[in-house]
């Protein structure tokens, strides 16, 4: 089995990192490769972000298509999934949608990590579109400074803390691909799960290849140029 | 003022057609232009047109947007609407939003008049995004057959008539840009209002130029390359 | 075009100054005249006030429309706007119904500023009827003392400031009639769309008459009187 | 322990009926009087009929206030409910609110016996501000011609057994005050509960008497009247 | 007419203190007995205190059912009450459900005194499935230190008060049975309704008697054993 | 890895079924056996088959919790699936929950396969529970009489059809565990995504053990007995 890992950003350091996260994770089982979307923006935060994700995306899963068995969308904001999952055939999985749901089958309400507010709504919209708002504690901002930096543990170990503490949260989702090495040791200090994206998007994909499972191709997912 | 009407797909006759009806609409008050958007596919249905919608959106919209005071985008799926209310910092209408909400302040629920059935799993979405659920009475599929025609209007009263007697549907919402011509007819024939989305594009839009209001820019729409 | 706004309460100077406000955001395009509920409390609070607001808005409703083409209730919490919308066959529009639909197209979600908490419970139900409670940042009110005074200006910007840095807020809603003059300096300041009621139910009112549309009478609002 | 119905429409036949079906249920335990809304229209079907109740209902409720221990609003519309809580320090019962909430005890879903298709909008809306939505199977029109009759029990016995077996309703939930004698009928014939709603209301009356219970008065129901 | 009530744990303390308040309420108007389900855990706190209440509940409906017109299920988070619901044909009212639906009738929102948060999540799940999520102010959690006691007034007093100052409540719900001595006391320096559950479900069970109603057994509560 | 799969009810075909797929799943990967529930009854249906389910699956829990990585509820009901995660450090999945929240990520809506209409009403509050209500287009009863045979798979497959067709379902769950070898010939005959529960649960526990996740203990899953 041969799963593709689409980073949807143009940061090449990013695709290594999330990479070898997964192919720790797959133990060989499968081969896993991470491809970076090199025409992106490096950062995905804003809808014209997003939009500039598009082509590359597209392009990548049209290529890629019949080499691969599934695809993980790696940007926890999973940008454009519902057009890439009406462009493929084999299972497309983002992993948003992957952590949040399988987030809720471990506890009452989970709390996602955020690198600034600015993100909030459009997670909150996704967050509604699953159907998880009554397991949504909070959105757990590590920091709203410029300099925010996703390898400063501290600052996340800190945040995820405050919202098991104050806001009830009994799982963390960490809002942003790459940082599977991270979850271990904050999971191992905060006594909670802690979800990397890109690990819970590999679970349901390879489960969905070994199961022969895909999208539904009946209606909203049908697409009319194949 | 000025107002800019942009059609997100390619169809230069429908592009002739809703300039024609919000000219008419306008009655000189305003001036009213109409733009294909000429890089994209002849008809809006699934997640990949509202893709190829985005190129020709986005230029359209940073090159007029200091020749205009605001513009309402002509599709019923309302594609790319959050991406366009970030680029711009005038008021950008989208004419499924300006719709539903209209109708839902004029009956009890509506119906929308969908060409197909390929195409209700996204306005559901859609619907559900703008917090109308409630409102909703049923989509009220025209006609499911390849040939399936907008100018067809006996098929439209029929479908809608039927919203109205069986699904206790209120009011008609017009699932397509383009019918203003048509609207009035159905108004006549059907006694209940017949909802036009450009007609209600242009209230909202007119309306927010003259009241001095635009999208909010601090926090969702915020755009980050300006 | 003819438009009527009625202030549901007895009070003259804001008849006045709602009289004011709407005909320089009229620029004479259309006439607006507006009427005082002479019957009623100079107040509108309680659930009793609403109850004394109806016999008035009723006679005025039914001996006035004839000469006018549309209605504007001017109290920010919709006093029997159903039994209006129903007795008139002519659009009847609602101060807060349309600011409150507007806001929502205008950011992630709003606040609205209140002049006390005794009114937020009945506030909560209407923003929850018009299905916009998933828009609702936080109601933000400006003083609980007894002196409030709707004139204070910057116990308002305050509390408005308070709900875009602390709940989130992206729009600003006046929760009161008749503060037209006010929201241009607030929007000045707070960088933020600023929405004044009676400003948006002129654009829909106003809207409404040119489209041709008014409440659906087949059956929420049917009158079985007339 | 004194309970005053009050039927809020000016039908002394029904009051009687209600009145007498009352007593049946008090068997003396306490005192039950019912009294009719003299100025109000004979049916309450539409907002305008709910506004011409209220003068009356408030007129009864502050001339009684002293005489009865609670109040019971004998019409399943509810008319006036906010207000007349708001009015009286003591506990004030609508029959549509008093069923629906019992109806959701009993069974998954309840349906709502209407007399016509007309009052289905507004009873919705009372469903959805009680929280009751997702216990509503659906409403049972028993008739929607013009000679439709209450005491025309082979037509509600019809309607409920659709109900029954075609929506999934689980208990019935007659839509219209001072029932109470056929209640019982149609529960042997369909081995389901049937409620009456002034049989609830009382049942919620009598006992928040009991219990010392009554509205509470910190905010929403505060009269700033008293 | 007879009522047993049955206190799902196996504090007899508790079933006596029950027991008193139940005959104080009921003042002899019917037979009011309180009986402890010996088999199970002195407190009702985890999902495995609820099951291990289940074999002694069931045993007690089962032994019972013929010599009691109806039953109440004295513990706030409604263990196995729809297990007892299907078992019985006779009337079944848990505490819980009959004081959320009752303080829903009260005032705008209630809020729920709770001994720790380890019990705030299934709460919730439990005010969600009742359909009162909108009817929510907070959970008043009174004490989380070990030496909690619910004796202790003062600390039941100061968490009611926070939630009616702070949270928008305007009812307050005590989240354990056998406490009705202290609604009254509480009420008193409060100021609004303070529901004691096993009050509650009296008023519905007794009333149920009267009214010959009883758990619908169409489709969910049917027992197919017996 | 090991994973133990509990049938939940005690039916050895069953188990032996569920087994056989199981492996055939597995291929080898990991170790999984099936356990049936001795003590239970043969079907769960009622809320009395839940409640006699919970001794066995609770003993089992605790016996084999050691021995095995993680569990498998194997009912479609998620029979006792709280209380289980609490007993248990280690990933207990439930059918139930597992296969509806993959079935929300493969199409708009799914449709689950059930036995019978008395099952409705408890399946639907699983998934309200399950925050996946909107994503619900039917239950699908493939026969009502008595003499239902899960074996029957043309019955199965025209249920299905129908909700395709008539529900706008686009992804098919079966609602009953142990059916792994019918689902891939369902799939191609009606070409939408069909779902086996166990497949499903398998696929989330195995994730799960991987990538070193488990209920969270902190508040709602919390033991107090260990």
Chains 1, 2, 3, 4, 5, 6 share one sequence.
């Not at 060989?28 to 979307?37: F, L, P």
């Not at 809720?104 to 997670?123: C, E, Q, R, T, Y």
């Not at 905060?190 to 070994?210: E, M, N, Q, S, Y």
Request: glycine share 8%; aromatic share 6%; net charge negative.
């Amino acid at each position: 089995m041969k799963i593709l890992i689409i980073n949807p950003n143009s940061d090449e350091e990013m695709t290594k990192v999330i990479e070898r996260n997964a192919r720790n994770f797959a133990k060989g089982e499968y081969e896993v490769d991470c491809i970076t979307n090199e025409t992106a923006p490096a950062f995905v935060t804003t809808y014209n972000d997003i939009a500039e994700t598009m082509p590359g995306l597209k392009k990548i899963i049209e290529e890629k298509e019949k080499y691969y068995d599934a695809f993980v969308i790696a940007c926890h904001s999973d940008p454009n999934l519902d057009l890439l999952k009406e462009l493929c055939d084999k299972p497309v999985v983002g992993v948003g949608e992957a952590s949040l749901k399988i987030a809720s089958m471990l506890g009452h309400k989970f709390s996602i990590i955020m690198a600034s507010d600015k993100g909030i709504p459009n997670k909150e919209l996704l967050v509604r579109k699953y159907g998880l708002i009554s397991s949504l504690a909070s959105f757990a901002v590590a920091n709203n400074g410029e300099g925010f930096n996703w390898q400063d543990q501290d600052n996340l170990i800190l945040a995820a803390k405050k919202a098991i503490d104050e806001d009830m949260s009994e799982v963390i989702v960490l809002g942003c691909a790459g940082m599977g090495h991270v979850a271990g040791r904050m999971q191992e200090i905060l006594h909670v799960p802690v979800l990397d994206g890109v690990t819970c998007a590999l679970i349901i994909a390879v489960g969905l290849v070994k199961a022969g499972l895909s999208t539904s191709k009946v209606r909203r997912f049908k697409s009319l140029s194949k």
